[in-house]
């Protein structure tokens, strides 16, 4: 059974920390994949992987960096956590071309 | 720019009835279409992908059909249950560009009323 977790369902931090999400699958997907759910706003991609050490940005990448430095796992990195970044963070994970995409249970974070 | 509409936004239904949930897409050059069912608080769950050459999938009580030449996709679910309660999100990989993102919709959410 096809698998991503992410290190925690929900996380609270203040304004100006450096915060850590990360992702695990168990697929060996190339493509790993972190978006963001705000209400009225939908998912929306912040970056993606499709190669260890090799990253594209998405639609919404200000405030964020990432790494990979194995297959399996996807990190996100707030450098400078602002309270505008409250909000799910979602993980996935796919085989290229075309693959289906598989989503991790979500991170829920709150910066106060 | 692709964009994926959602309509309607919510739709509450009794019990065993059978329904359609709408996508719609400005761009046919796509790769392929995805169903997910989000449960409040949770991640997202796949339900049925379509590649554009497909026209529809089934998966048990549901059935998801393509049309590409005029931007649409459906979900059917037949006799719904309280358990299908649930936001409904379909999104849309676009040809081209890099491996790629998917662009998604905003959701329908749907409550079965037992």
């Known amino acids: 059974d096809v698998k991503v977790t992410q290190s925690s369902r929900y996380l609270v931090k203040r304004t100006g920390e450096k915060v850590f999400l990360e992702c695990v699958q168990d697929m060996d997907h190339e493509n790993m994949f972190w978006y963001r759910q705000d209400p009225g706003l939908g998912l929306r991609l912040i970056y993606f992987s499709y190669d260890v050490k090799m990253k594209e940005k998405g639609d919404i990448p200000e405030g964020y960096s990432v790494s990979r430095e194995k297959k399996e796992r996807f990190s996100l990195i707030l450098e400078s956590a602002s309270t505008n970044q409250t909000s799910m963070y979602l993980c996935?994970?796919?085989?290229?071309?075309?693959?289906?995409?598989?989503f991790g249970p979500g991170t829920r974070l709150t910066v106060t | 720019k692709q964009e994926v509409t959602q309509i309607p936004a919510a739709l509450s239904v009794p019990e065993g009835e059978n329904l359609v949930l709408n996508c719609s897409f400005t761009?046919?050059?796509?790769?392929?279409l995805q169903w997910f069912r989000q449960d409040p608080g949770k991640g997202l769950t796949s339900l049925l992908l379509i590649q554009s050459s497909q026209r529809e999938q089934t998966s048990g009580r549901l059935n998801a059909s393509l049309d590409k030449s005029s931007g649409r996709s459906t979900l059917y679910i037949a006799a719904s249950q309280p358990g299908d309660s649930a936001t409904y999100l379909c999104?849309?990989?676009?040809?081209?560009?890099?491996?790629?993102?998917?662009?998604f919709g905003k959701g329908t959410k749907l409550s079965v009323k037992p």
């Open positions: 996935a994970s796919s085989l290229p071309p075309d693959g289906e995409q598989y």
């Open positions: 999104a849309v990989r676009l040809r081209g560009g890099s491996q790629g993102n998917l662009i």
């Open positions: 761009d046919s050059a796509i790769y392929n």
